[in-house]
């Protein structure tokens, strides 16, 4: 685990300022991101954007996208429901690949002490009963781990409450324009005290459908609708006036769509002989001890993971034109991939209390997961067209290439085992009561065994040429993978006063390697690796925070430099393989600003932007001339400009009734699917502009809200998959929900 910070906080973060505070201040916002307890973000050394889920809800939003739009410096390229990918400071250098299980995330996701990560599919849960969410911006790597290389996304839920029985119930109607229909869900929470003093629980359960808004032009009907069912129990109990222990249960259950359309086609519309679906269940389990040994506190933090994903995509257009020469009639076919995942997680860490120039935390992380992918392509009545195209008599994929079933083309999987250990520490030494001092470490070690079987026509490849492509000997590869390493951290901050804060950090970012699919070299002309190697990362910063006219105005500022040396490049092969390599360098650059003004006592605006340049340094040279990356390419997929701006107003009525009005505006810029045209698979992902806008009536227990999403329509696609099949009509377009127009009724009790 790990928590490196960095200085900005964004205007979403001071938005959702309630609406019942009619101080004309900006509100204090703490948060726990350096481990230490709790602290004012302000005086935080590092960019952390806090968000309150009230500046999601009232939107009727709430997922990693959503949160994206609120953090510039974050961006997320969502295919499906937990079908996703998160960028940070444009430390990216490929896209979504949902086969790809040597591809470890570069952002890691928490939920409280839990890490949940997963590289290309993080979770989507709707029913955290959130009571914020901190965004860390940059390397986190001595207090959140490997994983944490580019930043951290912590979401910090509601603990119960001992004495007290309350809860709320939400239920949100809406219509999507386009191709969508109606959507609705309902959330429901309540606190239940057990004990006094002793014993609480808290229930949260939320159910949902989204309709779907992609026409499938072979049906008529939408392809990508999205069923939600989601609940959390948590527990506190008192268990001796110095140990406080949480424990909690998340259960998800999402049935979906893919969202693409092709660019060929009429806006918005897909066309697929084969139901194009995705299901994601989800358990997770967690324990928090925190026990009060008077010098420290001691937290004992057990996580385990249990998720089944598959996914299932139309693969018509290769089926049709690698097998049969793209010769018609088109052949329906279904690429299916299903991950079966299951991981531990314990920490332990004790840390100082509050007081003292002198503040500390230390602890030690073990992990350990298994991951089983299994991926095959069914083709109804393959078995019978290669039989008569190839002059096979009686050919069956299942007895004479060994695929799961017969009409199956392809069939393999992919099988981990990961384990890892580490130990960290971070200090922070206050020196003449303005200036804070702080080192950390943490030192690690990670393990990765890989097994992989490739069977079926195109598994079979090991000795097959492209002039004779079969082959009846499977892939096979074993093999492992080990990395250890150190993650320092180090910065200054100096209080000018208690409202003006210059602050100056340096920190590694790491990630470990890991093992390639093998590559049959007769089929694809090239010898890969077996495996790859880590790659690391060094962050400069300096920024600045400010707190204006008697707390009426924030304004912060960071610039940093990032050198990323040995970095995991993905080539991707004509012939459909793929595997990853080491190679070359990239920098980042970029400056991050943000302001809120507390204009009234019921009027607030926010500003917040970031700058990004990052780019290939040297020309990297990958062993295909085709796949080189030029020198001074810009990375893929992060957009250089991004800004987000929000206004709040209330009307305060008779009483305690008011009318609270909000709007937020989230501009991306465009982006490229690979560093330059030369390499192939290069696609320009378009600039959105997204304007979200909501009234809420409020009177006692009760909001009634209207709100709008995308009103404009700004924000159209979210990702690109380039074409590389002359039948296939043009690239896939993974389509963001276009306008949205609902009503919100909550009730609390």
Same mark, same amino acid.
């Given at each position: 685990?790990?928590?490196?910070?960095?200085?900005?906080?964004?205007?979403?973060?001071?938005?959702?300022?309630?609406?019942?505070?009619?101080?004309?201040?900006?509100?204090?916002?703490?948060?726990?991101?350096?481990?230490?307890?709790?602290?004012?973000?302000?005086?935080?050394?590092?960019?952390?954007?806090?968000?309150?889920?009230?500046?999601?809800? %009232?939107?009727?939003?709430?997922?990693?996208?959503?949160?994206?739009?609120?953090?510039?410096?974050?961006?997320?390229?969502?295919?499906?429901?937990?079908?996703?990918?998160?960028?940070?400071?444009?430390?990216?250098?490929?896209?979504?690949?949902?086969? =790809?299980?040597?591809?470890?995330?570069?952002?890691?996701?928490?939920?409280? =002490?839990?890490?949940?990560?997963?590289?290309?599919?993080?979770?989507?849960?709707?029913?955290?009963?959130?009571? *914020?969410? =901190?965004?860390?911006?940059?390397?986190?790597?001595?207090?959140?781990?490997?994983?944490?290389?580019?930043?951290?996304?912590?979401?910090?839920?509601?603990?119960? =409450?001992?004495?007290?029985?309350?809860?709320?119930?939400?239920?949100?109607?809406?219509?999507?324009? %386009?191709?969508?229909?109606?959507?609705?869900?309902?959330?429901?929470?309540?606190?239940?005290?057990?004990?006094?003093?002793?014993?609480?629980?808290?229930?949260?359960?939320?159910?949902?459908?989204?309709?779907?808004?992609?026409?499938?032009?072979?049906?008529?009907?939408?392809?990508?609708?999205?069923?939600?069912?989601?609940?959390?129990?948590?527990?506190?109990?008192?268990?001796?006036?110095?140990?406080?222990?949480?424990?909690?249960?998340?259960?998800?259950?999402?049935?979906?769509?893919?969202?693409?359309?092709?660019?060929?086609?009429?806006?918005?519309?897909?066309?697929?002989?084969?139901?194009?679906?995705?299901?994601?269940?989800?358990?997770?389990?967690?324990?928090?001890?925190?026990?009060?040994?008077?010098?420290?506190?001691?937290?004992?933090? @057990?996580?385990?993971?249990?998720?089944?994903?598959?996914?299932?995509?139309?693969?018509?257009?290769?089926?049709?034109?690698?097998?049969?020469?793209?010769?018609?009639?088109?052949?329906?076919?279904?690429?299916?991939?299903?991950?079966?995942?299951?991981?531990?997680?314990?920490?332990?860490?004790?840390? @100082?209390?509050?007081?003292?120039?002198?503040?500390?935390?230390?602890?030690?992380?073990?992990?350990?997961?298994?991951?089983?992918?299994?991926?095959?392509?069914?083709?109804?009545?393959?078995?019978?067209?290669?039989?008569?195209?190839?002059?096979?008599?009686?050919?069956?994929?299942?007895?004479?290439?060994?695929?799961?079933?017969?009409?199956?083309?392809? @069939?393999?999987?992919?099988?981990?085992?990961?384990?890892?250990?580490?130990?960290?520490?971070?200090?922070?030494?206050?020196?003449?009561?303005?200036?804070?001092?702080?080192?950390?470490?943490?030192?690690?070690?990670?393990?990765?065994?890989?097994?992989?079987?490739?069977?079926?026509?195109?598994?079979?490849?090991?000795?097959?040429?492209?002039?004779?492509?079969?082959?009846?000997?499977?892939?096979?590869?074993?093999?492992?993978?080990?990395?250890?390493?150190?993650?320092?951290?180090?910065?200054?901050?100096?209080?000018?006063?208690?409202?003006?804060?210059?602050?100056?950090?340096?920190?590694?970012?790491?990630?470990?390697?890991?093992?390639?699919?093998?590559?049959?070299?007769?089929?694809?002309?090239?010898?890969?690796?077996?495996?790859?190697?880590?790659?690391?990362?060094?962050?400069?910063?300096?920024?600045? %925070?400010?707190?204006?006219?008697?707390?009426?105005?924030?304004?912060?500022?960071?610039?940093?430099?990032?050198?990323?040396?040995?970095?995991?490049?993905?080539?991707?092969?004509?012939?459909?393989?793929?595997?990853?390599?080491?190679?070359? %360098?990239?920098?980042?650059?970029?400056?991050?600003?943000?302001?809120?003004?507390?204009?009234?006592?019921?009027?607030?605006?926010?500003?917040?932007?970031?700058?990004?340049?990052?780019?290939?340094?040297?020309?990297?040279?990958?062993?295909?001339?085709?796949?080189?990356?030029?020198?001074?390419?810009?990375?893929?997929?992060?957009?250089?400009?991004?800004?987000?701006?929000?206004?709040?107003?209330?009307?305060?009525?008779?009483?305690?009734?008011?009318?609270?009005?909000?709007?937020?505006?989230?501009?991306?810029?465009?982006?490229?699917?690979?560093?330059?045209?030369?390499?192939?698979?290069?696609?320009?992902?378009?600039?959105?502009?997204?304007?979200?806008?909501?009234?809420?009536?409020?009177?006692?227990?009760?909001?009634?809200?209207?709100?709008?999403?995308?009103?404009?329509?700004?924000?159209?696609?979210?990702?690109?998959?380039?074409?590389?099949?002359?039948?296939?009509?043009?690239?896939?377009?993974?389509?963001? *929900?276009?306008?949205?127009?609902?009503?919100?009724?909550?009730?609390?009790?």
């Amino acid at each position: 685990m790990s928590k490196a910070l960095m200085a900005v906080v964004s205007a979403g973060a001071f938005a959702a300022v309630h609406a019942q505070d009619v101080s004309d201040k900006i509100e204090k916002v703490e948060v726990t991101a350096t481990r230490t307890g709790a602290v004012d973000v302000q005086q935080v050394p590092a960019a952390i954007t806090v968000l309150k889920p009230e500046s999601l809800t %009232k939107y009727g939003q709430g997922n990693l996208t959503d949160i994206a739009n609120l953090v510039p410096a974050m961006s997320v390229q969502e295919q499906g429901p937990g079908v996703n990918n998160i960028t940070m400071r444009g430390l990216v250098v490929r896209g979504i690949v949902p086969s =790809e299980v040597q591809d470890a995330s570069l952002v890691a996701v928490y939920i409280d =002490e839990m890490p949940v990560t997963l590289k290309s599919s993080n979770p989507d849960l709707k029913v955290l009963d959130l009571e *914020r969410v =901190e965004v860390l911006q940059g390397p986190q790597g001595t207090l959140f781990g490997a994983g944490a290389m580019a930043g951290t996304v912590r979401q910090i839920t509601q603990k119960p =409450e001992f004495n007290d029985f309350f809860g709320s119930v939400e239920a949100v109607g809406s219509r999507t324009s %386009k191709f969508g229909g109606t959507n609705h869900n309902l959330r429901a929470t309540v606190n239940v005290p057990v004990k006094d003093d002793v014993l609480a629980l808290r229930l949260t359960g939320y159910t949902g459908n989204d309709s779907g808004y992609v026409r499938n032009e072979q049906t008529g009907g939408t392809t990508n609708a999205v069923s939600t069912n989601q609940a959390r129990v948590a527990a506190r109990l008192r268990a001796t006036p110095d140990l406080l222990i949480d424990a909690s249960i998340i259960a998800s259950n999402i049935k979906g769509g893919i969202n693409d359309a092709y660019s060929g086609l009429a806006p918005y519309t897909t066309t697929s002989l084969t139901p194009q679906t995705s299901n994601d269940n989800l358990q997770l389990y967690n324990l928090t001890l925190n026990y009060d040994a008077g010098v420290a506190q001691l937290v004992s933090s @057990s996580s385990y993971l249990h998720r089944d994903t598959l996914y299932v995509n139309s693969g018509q257009y290769k089926a049709t034109a690698f097998i049969f020469g793209g010769q018609s009639p088109l052949i329906g076919s279904s690429y299916v991939i299903g991950n079966a995942l299951k991981d531990f997680a314990q920490e332990f860490r004790l840390q @100082s209390k509050p007081g003292g120039p002198l503040k500390w935390t230390a602890g030690a992380f073990y992990t350990q997961g298994k991951r089983d992918l299994r991926q095959d392509q069914p083709t109804p009545g393959f078995d019978a067209r290669f039989a008569t195209a190839h002059n096979f008599p009686g050919y069956n994929s299942q007895q004479n290439d060994n695929a799961f079933t017969p009409d199956d083309y392809f @069939s393999g999987t992919q099988n981990i085992k990961s384990r890892e250990a580490a130990v960290f520490a971070e200090a922070t030494y206050t020196v003449w009561d303005k200036l804070d001092l702080t080192a950390g470490l943490r030192l690690f070690r990670g393990t990765q065994d890989f097994d992989l079987k490739f069977t079926g026509l195109f598994g079979n490849l090991v000795n097959s040429t492209p002039a004779a492509p079969h082959s009846a000997q499977p892939e096979v590869s074993t093999s492992s993978e080990t990395s250890k390493g150190a993650n320092p951290r180090f910065a200054a901050a100096y209080r000018l006063d208690e409202d003006h804060t210059l602050y100056t950090s340096v920190g590694k970012g790491f990630r470990y390697g890991g093992n390639n699919q093998p590559v049959p070299f007769n089929f694809c002309g090239v010898n890969a690796p077996s495996t790859f190697s880590p790659d690391s990362l060094w962050n400069f910063e300096a920024g600045s %925070k400010n707190t204006l006219f008697d707390r009426r105005v924030t304004f912060n500022a960071s610039a940093y430099l990032i050198k990323w040396k040995d970095v995991q490049v993905f080539d991707k092969l004509p012939c459909t393989y793929y595997f990853t390599q080491n190679a070359g %360098k990239i920098r980042s650059e970029g400056v991050e600003l943000e302001s809120f003004f507390k204009v009234s006592r019921q009027a607030s605006v926010g500003l917040s932007a970031t700058f990004n340049h990052a780019y290939a340094t040297e020309t990297v040279v990958t062993g295909i001339p085709a796949q080189n990356i030029p020198a001074d390419a810009r990375v893929p997929y992060a957009p250089k400009f991004a800004a987000t701006a929000t206004a709040n107003y209330t009307i305060p009525l008779a009483g305690k009734e008011e009318i609270a009005l909000s709007a937020n505006y989230a501009h991306r810029g465009e982006a490229y699917t690979n560093f330059a045209s030369s390499q192939g698979s290069y696609s320009r992902i378009p600039s959105s502009n997204t304007l979200n806008a909501t009234a809420v009536y409020k009177t006692g227990p009760y909001e009634f809200g209207l709100f709008g999403t995308n009103l404009t329509n700004g924000a159209k696609i979210s990702d690109v998959t380039t074409n590389t099949i002359a039948i296939q009509p043009g690239d896939n377009l993974y389509m963001i *929900r276009p306008r949205t127009v609902g009503l919100r009724v909550k009730a609390r009790f």
